[in-house]
């Protein structure tokens, strides 16, 4: 066995440079025009999903007593730790209606504290599994004026309030709901519901 | 030199940037974010993203990386109890770790060469090398210079580095990327106690404030008192009457102290770091008697100031400057020199740094271009003879090189990406080589990636090769080298399958080995390594993970066409890791199987076998207990598995079983 894999692998310089030749000889006709006409890149997921929340922000109003005067947006971000370094450098140089923006990571309960926005992972996009999931979550903001958002499909009927969906070419959309908004004491702007899907999932028919 | 680089480099234009191979952007927004910032919402749903895969963002650059890369997280090493760096590496496929409970050896791509230092997969922290300029020595065991508690994540690159990193990333790199402020995020406190009986405690401050300044401190004193009882093997026994001695007590001490901390804000960091080992040393190590003392006190410190910018638009401009520091002192009364104490001693001090700029254009192409340099100012080791009062050897030297290196990154098409790069390494000791590297990554379909890889790489002769002590120098003695041809293929069937095979090619040439003949260091040995890995990774939803591989590899001299000392050809390993009860117990096992290997036979005269062994580790890990506390319990060794790993003075056994519980908590 091992004289066979002996006689494959001292093959393989050869191969190697064979199949080099040969990706590079069939390639050729494709590279010139390939450099004219780049589809248009499709934009990583986590980065555009900072965007939305940032955007999310301007148009919600908080309760005047858990946002005061000149205090910073707080933004709790439970498992994708892409996501929540899109947000630390927007962070630092965005204001939204001239407030600052802080970014907490959300690893338990403690974290809540103070937070304005709260996105939750969906397990395949946390990258770690230790970080709290929205079941454990939800319980713990509900009626705090926490504007939640995750991304996954019984999101709002755990009682989310904003749920991103990837739609048609990759494309992003959001679901509300707006008895959780209502619940929680959030009032959220025309022009934001305008563009969502209002989704009202009643508890009592276990959907929508 | 050959004759064909220089035209090689002109041709393909050329260098490094694993650090591009992971993308460890920390401040600096993506290119979607800057270029999407201003977007109103209708305008953003109307922006094309990717579809959400379970991999993140650095594993989704891997891909695209010029070179086969594992990375193992934070959660991997908490969930798995690995204590140190070498049980991550023996982890990782076609790797194994060959110990002599003083100093640990990688073994990668199939062997280590017994006898030598830990010289030839060269060990990063944050990108920065952490080999000493003597010995070239990469730590992985307790003298490792960070807690395994403050790491992020580990990224072991196989096949040769040089390309990027120079000297002494002969078979690899391990790049260790510790944590940040805000993975801490207040204070944690760590207790490990085991049974051996070992002791960890380590305190650890860390934030980021609304500022956006990072900051960490962290402290770990760590004392262990290995195996008390060490059982001597026969044959040593036989060596010489003062060796006599059946057991070996309390021989096995270990002491580790370290500190880390790092602060960063915006674009600029500074980072330091320091660790002192103290290790009793088996009397089989250097064959000493049982009842004089053996030690060895290693310490390493760095400092380093970072800067990273975009000074223009698709810019990133890198500056770093650093500080390295090492120190051994060993005391010794071996029987090579007739039982005479010896305290061998090694001091250095370097300054490095380097300047790199990578521009990218039109988004498919992107072009890095820099330079390092080092600075030795001192690197002094030699014997003293505590006995008579004075110095069997006192080597003082100073040496310094400088290493332009250039790469570039050019994306046809969406599947199909080229990468080009190469370094020029000059030192002022005599050694210049160039060193290119070639990467073909195809994506033949959306769930196929394949790499098609060429890389060179050399190891320039450490001090102590090239001024063995007492010794003759050999002033023809020059860097050894290794090329390498690999074929990568990963192929992902749906969301949560995923199987990875190497096949790789190597030539390792004129390597340095000591000649009785000319009683010096000559280049001599030329090894042949081919094999291939492959092993399927499991992720479930349910919180399962599965992760697996086998190898079948070989490496021969070829001179003798034998198959050289420490060079298992068969290397299997299996990790699953799932959850018990919901999200808050996890039970992980790790299997790992390493096949035969020869020892050197260089004391006896006589080659032995180590034979096979299985071993077997178990970890137990509540995460969120009581909201503050995270509990483990580790059982190593849990079939108490007994082992002999080769050494240049014969062999030496593994560790028996044990029980580590570790607590952490956070505040």
């Known amino acids: ?208 | 030199m050959h004759a064909y680089q220089p035209l090689l480099l002109m041709a393909v234009a050329v260098a490094p940037v694993f650090a591009q191979a992971v993308d460890h952007s920390g401040g600096v927004p993506s290119r979607e974010v800057s270029e999407l910032a201003d977007l109103s919402l209708e305008e953003l749903m109307q922006v094309p993203v990717e579809s959400v895969s379970g991999v993140s963002k650095y594993q989704q650059s891997i891909r695209r990386a010029p070179a086969g890369v594992m990375v193992f997280t934070a959660a991997d090493i908490r969930n798995y109890g690995w204590s140190t760096l070498s049980d991550v590496l023996r982890a990782a496929p076609g790797m194994h770790v060959r110990s002599d409970r003083f100093y640990d050896y990688v073994g990668t791509r199939g062997f280590t060469r017994v006898g030598d230092f830990n010289a030839r997969t060269l060990i990063l922290l944050n990108g920065h090398r952490l080999d000493d300029p003597i010995y070239q020595q990469g730590a992985i065991g307790t003298d490792f210079i960070l807690d395994m508690d403050l790491v992020d994540r580990i990224e072991v690159i196989s096949g040769p580095g040089s390309p990027v990193y120079g000297s002494n990333a002969f078979y690899g790199a391990v790049n260790v990327i510790p944590k940040t402020g805000r993975d801490i995020s207040g204070a944690e406190l760590g207790f490990t106690a085991g049974t051996e009986p070992s002791l960890k405690v380590r305190a650890t401050v860390g934030d980021r404030t609304d500022d956006g300044v990072d900051y960490l401190v962290s402290a770990t004193e760590w004392w262990s008192r290995g195996e008390d009882d060490f059982k001597l093997p026969a044959s040593w026994r036989a060596v010489h009457p003062m060796l006599q001695g059946q057991v070996a007590k309390d021989r096995d001490d270990m002491h580790h102290q370290s500190v880390f901390t790092r602060v960063a804000w915006r674009g600029l960091s500074a980072e330091a770091a320091y660790v002192r080992r103290k290790k009793d040393v088996l009397p089989p190590v250097y064959l000493t008697p049982t009842d004089t003392t053996s030690r060895g006190i290693d310490e390493r410190a760095y400092a380093i100031l970072r800067a990273t910018g975009e000074p223009v638009p698709d810019a990133t401009f890198n500056a770093k400057i650093a500080v390295d520091v090492y120190s051994y002192e060993g005391l010794f009364t071996p029987w090579q020199t007739g039982f005479i104490t010896v305290s061998p001693y090694a001091d250095s001090f370097s300054l490095n740094s380097e300047v790199s700029w990578r521009q990218t254009f039109a988004e498919v192409q992107s072009f890095g271009i820099g330079v390092e340099y080092q600075e030795n100012l001192r690197q002094d080791y030699g014997v003293d003879l505590p006995t008579f009062g004075m110095a069997s050897s006192a080597i003082r030297e100073s040496s310094r090189y400088i290493s332009p290196f250039v790469q570039l990154d050019w994306e046809f098409t969406p599947n199909v990406r080229v990468s080009a790069g190469g370094r020029y390494d000059y030192y002022n000791t005599g050694d210049e080589r160039f060193t290119p590297r070639l990467g073909l990554i195809l994506d033949p379909t959306p769930s196929t990636t394949i790499k098609l890889l060429y890389g060179e790489a050399f190891r320039v002769p450490n001090v102590s090769e090239r001024f063995p002590g007492t010794y003759p120098s050999n002033p023809d003695l020059e860097a050894e080298t290794n090329r390498s041809f690999e074929f990568v293929a990963e192929q992902r069937l749906g969301p949560i399958w995923r199987i990875e095979s190497h096949l790789y090619h190597m030539v390792s040439s004129d390597l340095i080995v000591f000649d009785p003949a000319i009683n010096t260091y000559r280049n001599a040995d030329r090894y042949v390594t081919q094999g291939f890995d492959i092993g399927p990774s499991a992720y479930f939803p349910s919180g399962l993970q599965l992760r697996g591989s086998v190898t079948i590899q070989e490496t021969r001299d070829d001179s003798t066409d034998r198959i050289v000392a420490d060079a298992p050809r068969t290397l299997a390993k299996l990790h699953v890791s799932t959850p018990v009860v919901e999200k808050w117990l996890r039970a992980s096992v790790e299997v790992l199987y390493v096949g035969n290997r020869k020892d050197s036979g260089d004391v006896f005269g006589v080659v032995r076998h180590t034979g096979d062994y299985v071993t077997g580790n178990f970890t137990l890990r509540a995460s969120r207990v009581w909201h503050r506390w995270d509990l483990a319990l580790s059982i190593y060794n849990v079939a108490d598995a007994r082992w002999s790993d080769p050494k240049d003075s014969g062999q030496i056994s593994s560790p028996p079983r044990s029980a580590v519980l570790r607590a952490t908590l956070d505040f």
């Not at chain 1, 947006?73 to 630092?92: D, M």
């Not at chain 1, 140089?93 to 907490?104: A, C, E, G, Q, Y």
């Not at chain 1, 679901?175 to 959780?180: F, G, K, L, R, V």
Request: charged share 20%.
């Open chain 1, 1 to 208: 066995m091992f004289r066979a894999l002996s006689t494959t692998c001292s093959g393989v310089r050869r191969i190697l440079v064979r199949c080099l030749i040969v990706a590079l000889a069939t390639m050729a006709p494709v590279w010139v025009p390939s450099l004219r006409a780049q589809s248009a890149p499709a934009y990583a997921s986590e980065a555009v999903r900072a965007l939305f929340l940032i955007n999310f922000l301007g148009f919600t109003d908080w309760p005047a007593d858990t946002l005061p005067q000149n205090t910073p947006y707080v933004i709790g971000v439970a498992g994708s730790r892409a996501l929540e370094e899109e947000l630390l450098a927007l962070a630092e140089k965005r204001l939204v209606r001239d407030r600052r923006i802080r970014v907490v990571r959300v690893k338990n309960s403690r974290d809540l504290a103070g937070c304005h926005l709260l996105y939750v992972s969906p397990f395949f996009a946390s990258g770690d599994e230790n970080s709290p999931t929205a079941g454990e979550l939800l319980p713990l903001v509900r009626r705090q004026s926490v504007l939640t958002v995750s991304s996954s499909s019984t999101f709002l009927q755990e009682g989310g309030i904003v749920n991103l969906v990837a739609g048609d070419q990759g494309r992003l959309h959001f679901e509300i709901s707006t008895n959780n908004a209502k619940e929680a004491g959030l009032v959220l702007s025309s022009r934001l519901l305008a563009l969502a899907r209002i989704v009202n999932p009643s508890p009592a028919d276990g959907g929508r």
